[in-house]
T-cell receptor, first 113, second 109 residues
Framework: ETGVTQTPRHLVMGMTNKKSLKCEQH?????MYWYKQSAKKPLELMFVYSLEERVENNSVPSRFSPECPNSSHLFLHLHTLQPEDSALYLCASSQDLRPYEQYFGPGTRLTVT | RKEVEQDPGPFNVPEGATVAFNCTYS??????FFWYRQDCRKEPKLLMSVYSSGNEDGRFTAQLNRASQYISLLIRDSKLSDSATYLCVVNARDDKIIFGKGTRLHILP
């Protein structure tokens, strides 16, 4: 498989559930990112990892917890989410840290009920 | 001034026409500029990087105007498949990447 993959593609969860989003990149990149895209809003950068080390956390609530076990994999652990967290969650990778071109996965469309 | 600003549109353009839109940025120290394309309910995809000298890729031309702090995207001979949202991306302070809200383009048959 090539590029950036994400699973699941769709997720519906209740506010008390715990779930995880998975991202895998097959591009040999060193940097990975989590973005949130809500309707009628620009992409919001959530987390940045470079060589498995978190280098940025943009004031994201603690109910979102990232994990980067190696340079090819990135997870976003979710717990006690709110309905306003419903959005498209996009993973991206780039050769190195910004400002290199980023390549996005297809996203996980999350609905919190 | 917002860090990255785009006209949200929509731009409704007949097939075959030429369309152009701009993106303004506030940080005069920005060095990297990109245009991404996002189809409805899909992920953004890199369309082209924008170089100081401008660059062209087929029907698409991107230009940078440092003096006025904007980048532009020109699409010639527009196709129905060009309908999408076009996102402007600029590196801002501390080398952060900032995405614009996007410009929606509808090509009309």
């Amino acid at each position: 498989e090539t590029g950036v993959t994400q699973t699941p593609r769709h997720l519906v969860m209740g506010m008390t559930n715990k779930k995880s989003l998975k991202c895998e990149q097959h591009l040999g990149h060193n940097a990975m990112y989590w973005y949130k895209q809500s309707a009628k809003k620009p992409l919001e950068l959530m987390f940045v990892y470079s060589l498995e080390e978190r280098v940025e956390n943009n004031s994201v609530p603690s109910r979102f917890s990232p994990e980067c076990p190696n340079s090819s994999h990135l997870f976003l652990h979710l717990h006690t989410l709110q309905p306003e967290d419903s959005a498209l969650y996009l993973c991206a990778s780039s050769q190195d840290l910004r400002p290199y071109e980023q390549y996005f996965g297809p996203g996980t469309r999350l609905t919190v009920t | 001034r917002k860090e990255v600003e785009q006209d949200p549109g929509p731009f409704n353009v007949p097939e075959g026409a030429t369309v152009a839109f701009n993106c303004t940025y506030s940080n005069s120290a920005s060095q990297s500029f990109f245009w991404y394309r996002q189809d409805c309910r899909k992920e953004p995809k890199l369309l082209m990087s924008v170089y100081s000298s401008g660059n062209e890729d087929g029907r698409f031309t991107a230009q940078l105007n440092r003096a006025s702090q904007y980048i532009s995207l020109l699409i010639r001979d527009s196709k129905l498949s060009d309908s999408a949202t076009y996102l402007c991306v600029v590196n801002a302070r501390d080398d952060k990447i900032i995405f614009g809200k996007g410009t929606r383009l509808h090509i009309l048959p």
